[in-house]
């Protein structure tokens, strides 16, 4: 009996440390592809340099939703995210073409129903990026998506889940462009599909535009000439709440800001993709040289 009566005692102790325990460590995630490993590190390591204290990481915790479903729950304080992403997948909103338009949006929203906050942009914009292999857009004068949409019985289309099922990825491709597809669309993971670009099984794919892949390699970026896809500038989204008892976070965090362009990203994606290094080491390297 009496250790039936110390049991409630003890579970009470554990869950009151553990309660204690996510009140005071940081824990920062991200989504499952190179560029959020990357940037999921970058925040990590400067947070531990700036506030002297080690930083959980749940890193690679799959897409959007989930993501989003994580930071709401509490299980991550923070993670980096894409305006246009949280405008069309969270708010469930129509795109739009403006970016300050869409970051005001996408902040107020948070804010209100989902007690978070968008920091400033880290200053690069991944937009979905479609893209050929060069010598077809070099053999058929191709340089944007409308002259793709002229191409006839010719498409064979490589995409990735999130692409195919979120309104702003497929749907609005379809829905602009109306590109004629030799076949279905082949959902493929993102890893896969440069490398069936290359070997001809696919003649177009759904990519990113800051895809370390793409840097050096003989592709053609279409230009979304008819703005079908809206505005992805990355930014962190913080819990309020982590804000309000973590002292110097947000200062922190704001020097990230504007320090990351297209190109910056792209080579450290092109670090982990095409060199093979671990995106722990590329974070660090990449906070070294902007001296952070």
Known sequence: MAGAKLLPVLIGAGLLLASCQRATGLRVGSKNFTEQLVLGEIIAQHLEHRLGQPVERRLNLGGTLLAHQALQAGEIDLYPE??????????KAPAVSDAAMVLDQVRQF????????????????NSFAMVVRGEDARRLHLATLTEAGAVKD??????????????????????????????APRPMDLGLMFQALMQKSVNMIA?????????GADVAILKDDQAAFPPYQAAIVVRQDRLAATPKLREALNELSGKIDDAAMRQMNAEVDVKKRSPREVAAEWLRSAGL
Do not use: M
């Not at 948070?110 to 914009?125: K, V």
């Open 207 to 215: 990519a990113n535009s800051t895809d370390g892949l793409l840097a």
């Open 154 to 183: 010719f498409w064979q289309l490589g995409v990735g889940f999130e692409f195919q099922t979120r309104p702003d990825g497929l749907p609005a491709l379809a829905k602009i462009y109306h590109l004629e597809l030799k076949t």
């Open 82 to 91: 894409y305006t246009g992403t949280a405008l069309t997948s969270v708010l």
């Open 110 to 125: 948070y804010r209100a129903q989902a007690q978070a906050e968008w920091l400033d942009p880290l200053g690069f914009n």
